[in-house]
């Protein structure tokens, strides 16, 4: 029986509260390097586990981990030190976001003092954040919201965090966060300052806005390439596995456990899975719908609320959100009676015409995944203007690189160099204003077409895919339809509009109304 709420230790130095599989990474990874961990859950059974754990793993020294189930006791085993140089207290969260954060918030504030301070390390909203901020702050204890990517797996060995909050409180956690953290291979540590207030989780929020274009683009074009162009899963594997090792996709964190991914025969319950086991796994992504997860909702609300064009994004929510009740989608299918997904003239090429799409598919999939980074990019630098958080993008891609899940060593590296000479909170419309980034993307325009075309002609559902191909179309547009959009709004609403060639302020409503009719109606 592990030793559980003991009083006589007093020499922690950091407490994290929820012991689950992201809260238990890091109670490893940081007794790993030799700090004296607190690890908090309500759960004795979770506590034990946890210790357990701590007692195999030949890397952590069990002396490092103490359990508790009590917050009080917990920040009781902290060292007893008054005057100005005690050391601050530091807890970091690892919980669901909302309700339990709060919860947990109400007991830990009036058992800290001033100078203390809690990182929230869950994904949350930044505006929820930013009020905890405020909450703590009367109080005189530093709240940081950080981002914490990579999964169970990273946590345990190095994510990539995105911390926000002011700079007292980065002074005292960057180096406990920089020996944790991802290194790159020249040995960086993956953290960075995002910025004051809600930056960190904002950072991390539109992460996961990319990271969710990025896997509904490589699970459509794996669709597309089983279902429609009749290449097995290992061949897809082997495929995923050239794109990840070579070419502007290399080192794409999703491209590369795709690749493994898909080779597997067993697991979970399957067995025997000749064509490997993706194809015996239920097509429904609940955790948007049962409001376990967040962040794709959050983003894509950030990117109506900030007017900011991320279609990719929108579109692979939307996805997930059509995917999750799989016995609705039956019947509304039943109700529809369209033709489910065909194969594609394409799947009967020969090797040489074959092997000749690939590369187009290649380009195709870069230019998707590329122009969700420009999206998500630019929602980050119109948020970090609106709020004065002046986050950096160089910083974003910076701890990008190692650690979290939408990481892809040749864009960073294409990125990386356009973004350092430009200042903080810029620049804004990456298309606009970096013409390298536009013109990379503009190569990929027609494999672009090419794939969504396969998509078109044969029923296949790619939403992203078809939304990055129509977003490079929109912002390319000189001359849009929207015209006509405008004529309609004058003429029910009064909206005005402005005059070809009379164009004053290109964001400014135009100055012109029509009198179309004098009755309502038609
Ligand atoms: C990460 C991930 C992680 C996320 C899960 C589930 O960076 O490690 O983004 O934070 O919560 O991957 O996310 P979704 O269910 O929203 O896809």
New binding site residues.
């Given amino acids: 029986m592990a030793d559980i709420d003991n009083e006589q230790v007093n020499d922690i130095e950091i407490g994290i509260v929820g012991s689950g599989s992201m809260g238990g990474g890091m109670t490893l990874l940081f007794a790993e390097h030799g700090s004296k961990i607190g690890c908090y859950d309500y759960e004795e059974e979770a506590v034990q586990k946890l210790m357990n754990t701590a007692k195999e793993d030949e890397k952590v020294n069990e002396k490092c981990v103490h359990g508790f189930t009590s917050l009080e006791k917990l920040i009781n085993a902290f060292p007893k030190q008054g005057g100005k140089e005690r050391k601050p207290r530091i807890i970091v969260l690892s919980m669901p976001h909302g309700k339990p954060v709060d919860g947990v918030a109400e007991e830990l504030l009036p058992l800290l003092d001033k100078g203390d301070i809690i990182i929230d390390g869950g ?1 949350e909203w930044w505006e929820e954040t930013e009020r905890r901020q405020a909450n703590a702050k009367e109080k005189g204890i530093e709240w940081v919201g950080m ?5 169970y797996q ?1 946590a345990r060995h190095g ?2 965090c995105s911390p926000g909050g002011t700079d007292e409180a980065w002074k005292v956690i960057k180096p406990y966060l920089e020996t944790w953290a991802a290194k790159t291979p020249e040995g960086e540590p993956c953290v960075l300052h995002m910025g004051p207030g809600g930056a960190g989780h904002y950072v ?1 929020m539109i ?2 806005g990319i ?2 274009a990025h ?1 509904s683009i490589l699970c459509e074009v794996r669709g597309l390439l089983h279902d429609q162009l009749s290449l097995s899963n290992d061949e897809i594997s082997d495929l995923f596995e050239s794109w990840w090792k070579e070419g502007p996709l290399r080192g794409n964190f999703l491209v590369g456990i795709g690749f493994k991914g898909l080779r597997f025969k067993e697991g979970g319950g399957i067995k025997n899975a000749k064509d490997g086991i993706v194809e015996k796994i239920e097509d429904k ?1 609940t ?2 719908v049962d409001l ?5 909702t959050w983003s894509t609300k950030e990117i109506g609320e900030r007017h900011v064009a991320a279609p990719a994004i929108a579109a692979a929510h939307q996805l ?1 959100i059509i995917s999750a009740d799989k016995f609705e989608r039956s019947k509304v299918a039943d109700n529809l009676g369209l033709p489910q997904p065909s194969k594609a003239a394409e799947a009967k090429l020969d090797k040489a015409e074959k092997s000749k799409l690939m590369e187009t598919i290649h380009t195709a999939v870069y230019g998707a995944i590329l122009g969700a980074f420009v999206q998500g990019l630019d929602i980050i630098t119109k948020a970090s203007q609106d709020q004065k958080w002046n986050i950096s993008l160089a910083d974003c891609i910076k701890i990008w690189r190692q650690g ?3 990481q892809s060593d040749a864009i960073a590296e294409f990125f990386l160099p356009l973004f350092e000479k430009f200042p903080r909170s810029e620049p804004l419309n990456l298309l606009k204003s970096i013409p390298e980034i536009a013109k990379e993307l503009a190569k990929t325009y027609e494999a672009q077409k090419k794939l969504y075309s396969i998509a078109i002609k044969t029923d296949a559902v790619a939403p992203a895919l078809g939304a990055s191909l129509e977003y490079i179309k929109a912002v390319n547009c000189r001359e849009l339809d929207t015209n006509f959009m405008e004529l309609e709004l004058d003429y029910f609403g009064h909206h005005n509009y402005d005059v070809k060639g009379k164009t004053e302020k290109g964001h400014e409503k135009g100055k012109y109304h029509t009198e179309f009719s004098k009755t309502p109606g038609v």
């Fill in positions: 994904n981002g914490v990517s990579g999964g990273a994510p990539s991390k992460h996961n990271e969710h896997l992504v955790q948007d376990s997860e967040g962040t794709g997930r979290c899940i939408i």
